[in-house]
């Protein structure tokens, strides 16, 4: 069975740092794309950024509203997926999501989510 | 960046009957292979958004074929025969056609 669980939210204050994990199981996780999407409260999810296959290179792209202060990141050994927050700001409050994909193919796992707060 | 702009369903819809969604992209979502990269997505309330077509037309694993989607390169309808009280939610469709991927506004559905 394919799970992704996410962790590591929380509060933090306005121009702090968190670091997101995703655990994935059920599935080779180095054939897969993974993307974290974000949904604040009451408002449409928003594509954060993806980390391709081993195939293709474990290469990046990001969303040009985060570019630059958020790192997405993958450890193959442990499955794990994660997501580097700098600087947050009020507006990165939202629940966050990791789902997976494949080129060409939609996310078709998500996980549950976790909530990130940023405010003092 | 592609904007996804989606109408509004005329709720409560009653039980059994249809409910047609439409989703507008600002640029073609055909790719040189011929797909239409286009998603739907449903949200239940304190849940996940779960996949439902793919592809313009192509229903995920498990999806009921009360679900189907259509369209043009910019224009797409997802359409759910015999609405039933479980299909209520939030519906979003998702361009992946290039990046940054983006999502429509959502479309609330409500079951009478």
């Given amino acids: 069975e394919v799970k992704l669980l996410e962790s590591g939210g929380g509060l933090v204050q306005p121009g702090g740092s968190l670091r997101l994990s995703c655990a994935a199981s059920g599935f080779t996780f180095t054939d897969f794309y993974m993307s974290w999407i974000r949904q604040p409260p009451g408002k449409a999810p928003e594509w954060l950024g993806v980390i391709r296959n081993k195939a293709n290179g474990y290469t990046t792209e990001y969303n040009p509203s985060v570019k630059g202060r958020f790192t997405i990141s993958r450890d193959n050994t442990q499955n794990i997926l994660y997501l580097q927050m700098n600087t947050l700001r009020a507006e990165d409050t939202a629940i966050y ?5 494949s080129g060409g193919y939609p996310f078709d796992y998500w996980g549950q989510g976790v909530m990130v707060t940023v405010s003092s | 960046d592609i904007v996804m702009t989606q109408g509004v369903l005329p709720n409560p819809v009653p039980s059994g009957e249809s409910a047609s969604i439409t989703c507008r992209s600002s640029k073609s979502l055909v ?26 037309s192509t229903r995920a694993s498990g999806v009921s074929d009360r679900f189907s989607g259509s369209g043009s390169g910019t224009y797409f309808t997802l359409k ?25 506004s959502g479309t609330k559905l409500e079951i009478k």
């Fill in chain 2, 80 to 104: 759910i025969s015999r609405v039933r009280a479980e299909d209520a939610g939030v519906y979003y469709c998702q361009q992946v056609r290039e990046y940054p991927l983006t999502f429509g």
């Fill in chain 1, 97 to 101: 999501y990791c789902a997976r994909s």
């Fill in chain 2, 31 to 56: 790719y040189k292979d011929g797909k239409t990269y286009l998603n739907w997505f449903l949200q239940r309330p304190g849940q996940s958004p779960q996949l439902l077509t793919y592809w313009m």
